[in-house]
């Protein structure tokens, strides 16, 4: 079940994750109803859906010495245009506020905009996280190794349309099947975990906390699956 076991190096105590708590300024826990609506605000700040479709969102925690506290730091985007130029929008906590330095354009004309379904951003709601954060953790207390563990932060969260290829186009006109397979929802997400009869290990004013991260996927109706 557990994907992978990484030691990593805090400045202050690891604070639980809380699925219902509430931010304060620019700093918002990974999975809240206010860090949510920052997100959606910055995409609809700097990605004009009119003339652009958003194929995946995703957002994750500090990895320096705030990680494993919970708190949206990374947010990424990317889109396609009419001409089936790819983009790829990076946000960044700074200093308190959410920062970017624009879009970057890929070199390569890999997707096509006429055939790829864009992101729905309303199906990134907090009932939805709630709802899929819970069936995971239960999936991970239900298994006899995650019994001793105890849940500490949500890395990450990627909500994805997958775009359509052009070297899929004549796939996508012919077959059915396919069409409806490039228009589902697919979510990804991690949770981490650390395990509380393991001794943490001091360096300086560092403490040195083993954590295991939990990779999970969970389709639009909130079915929830650990991964493999």
């Known amino acids: 079940m557990i994907t992978r076991l990484m030691k990593i190096a805090v400045a202050a105590a690891v604070a639980a994750f809380m699925l219902t708590a509430c931010g304060s300024g620019e700093t918002f826990p990974m999975a809240s109803d206010e860090g949510l609506s920052k997100i959606k605000e910055l995409v609809a700040e700097h990605v004009d859906t009119s003339k652009y479709k958003i194929y ?3 957002w994750r925690e500090d ?6 506290e919970n708190i949206l730091t990374y947010i990424d985007v990317y889109y396609i ?29 890999i997707n096509s905009y006429a055939c790829s379904t864009p992101l729905d951003l309303a199906a990134i709601d907090f009932d939805y ?18 019994k001793h563990l105890t849940l500490k932060s949500a890395g990450m969260f990627r909500f994805r ?14 077959s059915e099947k396919y069409r409806e397979e490039s228009q589902q929802l697919q979510v990804q997400f991690e949770l981490n975990y650390i395990d509380e009869s393991e001794s943490p290990e001091y360096q300086g004013r560092f403490t040195v906390t083993n954590y295991y991260t939990v990779a999970f ?7 929830v699956e650990i991964d493999n």
Not at 86 to 103: C, E, I, R, S, V
């Open 217 to 223: 996927t969970a389709n639009a109706a909130g079915e």
């Open 81 to 109: 245009d009419a001409d089936n130029n790819n983009y790829h929008l990076a946000f960044q906590l700074a200093n308190g506020k959410f920062t970017t330095d624009g879009p970057e354009r890929d070199d390569r004309q």
């Open 63 to 68: 990895n320096r010495d705030r990680q494993l």
């Open 161 to 174: 349309m997958w775009p359509v290829s052009l070297s899929n186009v004549d796939r996508w006109n012919r």
């Open 129 to 146: 996280l709630q709802k899929i954060g819970e069936k995971a953790d239960s999936l991970v207390m239900s298994d006899e190794e995650g």
């Open 56 to 58: 995946t969102v995703e």
